[in-house]
């Protein structure tokens, strides 16, 4: 029962992974750190360690 609610079902925040680019939907995990995630998953979290122009040469 939320006014703001207009029937929505993606009411949800999302925002592309850094590493990936893919869309991450909010999920209630993240509820308290949405602003500082970054990554779809851990692996692409771990893959930002790599760096790009390791693959480059
Ligand atoms: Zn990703």
Redesign the pocket.
Known sequence: MTPSFKGNKQHLPSKP?A????DMTWRKAWAKNWDSVL???EA?RQRKHEAPERRAA
Not at 19 to 22: E, H, K, L, N, Y
């Open positions: 992974c590493v990936c680019g893919r990554y779809c998953s692409c």
